[in-house]
Nanobody
Framework: QVQLVESGGGLVQAGDSLRLSCAASGRTFSSYGMGWFRQAPGKEREFVATVSWNGRSTYYADSVKGRFIISRDNAKNTVYLQMNSLKPEDTAVYYC?????????????????WGQGTQVTVSS
C-alpha cells in the first residue's frame, strides 16, 4: 500500500508559479516511478509529467513541456511539480500517482495509487 498526499495548490494569476508537493508513505518510495495528472471540470484526467525511480528520467505532456518540471527527493519520500508561466488552461485538480514499477510512464493504467488531489486555479 502507498499513501499519497498532495499540497501546494492555490489561486494564482497567469504567468505566476506554483510548486506542488506529494508526500508518499508505505512502500519503499525509491522503488517506483511517479506521475502527475490533472483533471479540469468536465474533462477527462490527463497526463502531465512523470519521473523514474531515481529521478534521472522524466517525460512531459506537450502542453506543459518547457514550463513544468517534475523532480523527486527520495530521502524525503516526496515528488514535486514546479509549475512556471501558468496559464488559465492549467486550471485543474492535480493528482500525484505511484507507478507499478521503477520506470516512468505517461499511461494512466501504469499507476496503482493516487492522491486525493490539490486544486490549482489560474486567473487571467
Amino acid at each position: 500500500q502507498v499513501q499519497l498526499v498532495e499540497s501546494g495548490g492555490g489561486l494564482v494569476q497567469a504567468g505566476d508559479s506554483l510548486r506542488l508537493s506529494c508526500a508518499a508513505s508505505g512502500r519503499t518510495f525509491s522503488s517506483y516511478g511517479m506521475g502527475w495528472f490533472r483533471q479540469a471540470p468536465g474533462k477527462e484526467r490527463e497526463f502531465v509529467a512523470t519521473v523514474s525511480w531515481n529521478g534521472r528520467s522524466t517525460y512531459y505532456a506537450d502542453s506543459v513541456k518547457g514550463r513544468f518540471i517534475i523532480s523527486r527527493d527520495n530521502a524525503k519520500n516526496t515528488v514535486y511539480l514546479q509549475m512556471n508561466s501558468l496559464k488559465p488552461e492549467d486550471t485543474a485538480v492535480y493528482y500525484c500517482a505511484a507507478g507499478s514499477g521503477p520506470l516512468y510512464s505517461g499511461s494512466y493504467g501504469y499507476y496503482d495509487y493516487w492522491g486525493q488531489g490539490t486544486q490549482v486555479t489560474v486567473s487571467s
